[in-house]
């Protein structure tokens, strides 16, 4: 060796079994280490399905209530009345909707196999159906009219009117089918309608003297309007 060269030095060598012995101890200590230290991720419950007994809120495009009744002759009848089958046919299908919006009402009225192309006036009327059409009483007021009486229902159109009674007028397609809908300003409290009624005249009269007639009751079907108050 020349004074130029650099000596090389060499380290003992360990016997192989030795070596894997230690690198095994030093794996494990690393993993001892890393589970001390690593943050413990404290994620929150997933919130409980319906499979867990929670129940489904209902969609807001549900009605509070909806009630439908086939015409019947009135000893047969339920709570769906013809009481003149040439014009309301018996089997003809009566639905209403009532659903309430904040300090209002909205009533649907829809039928199914009444004579086709007709118009219908409707309303409803303080008391439930009855084996005649007087049963049902008069039309449904919010504010009632103080001079009306049985014999003498309101004709007065600052009481007789669609905001303060429930009028529901229809007009069938060429299926004896249709659907009308009114919205009123006013909710049902302890009082509250009996029944649906359709009348012979095709619409409403409004004049004063004549506000609210519509003719011959020709059917009628009881309706649980207070269940939504």
């Known amino acids: 060796m020349t004074s130029h060269d650099v000596p090389t030095i060499r380290q003992p060598r360990q016997p192989l079994g030795r070596l894997t012995a230690a690198l095994a101890v030093a794996g494990l200590l690393a993993t001892a280490c890393s589970d001390d230290t690593a943050p413990v991720e404290d994620y929150p419950p997933p919130p409980p399905g ?3 007994g929670l129940t489904e809120t209902p969609t807001q495009d549900e009605p509070e209530l909806t009630h439908s009744g086939r015409l019947a002759p009135p000893e047969t009848a339920q709570d769906a009345y013809t009481y003149n089958p040439e014009l309301a046919p018996a089997g003809a299908e009566l639905t209403v909707e009532v659903d309430r919006d904040g300090g209002a009402t909205a009533v649907e009225f829809s039928v199914d196999g009444l004579l086709p192309n007709r118009g219908y ?5 303080v008391d439930p159906c009855g084996q005649t059409g007087e049963a049902a009483g008069p039309h449904f007021q919010h504010n009632v009219d103080p001079n009306a009486t ?3 229902p309101s004709t007065d159109p600052a009481y007789a009117n669609p905001d303060n009674e429930i009028w529901l007028d229809i007009r069938t397609n060429g299926e004896g089918d ?7 300003p006013f909710v049902f409290t302890e009082r509250a309608p009996g029944s649906v009624v359709v009348h012979e005249a095709e619409v409403t009269a409004t004049e004063p003297g004549k506000a609210g ?3 011959d009751r020709l059917a009628c079907l009881t309706v649980p309007f207070g269940t939504t108050g």
């Open 213 to 215: 007639k519509a003719g």
């Open 121 to 125: 006036a409707v309303h409803a009327h």
């Open 50 to 52: 319906p499979a867990e």
């Open 150 to 152: 049985p014999d003498n």
């Open 178 to 184: 249709g659907e009308t809908r009114t919205t009123v």
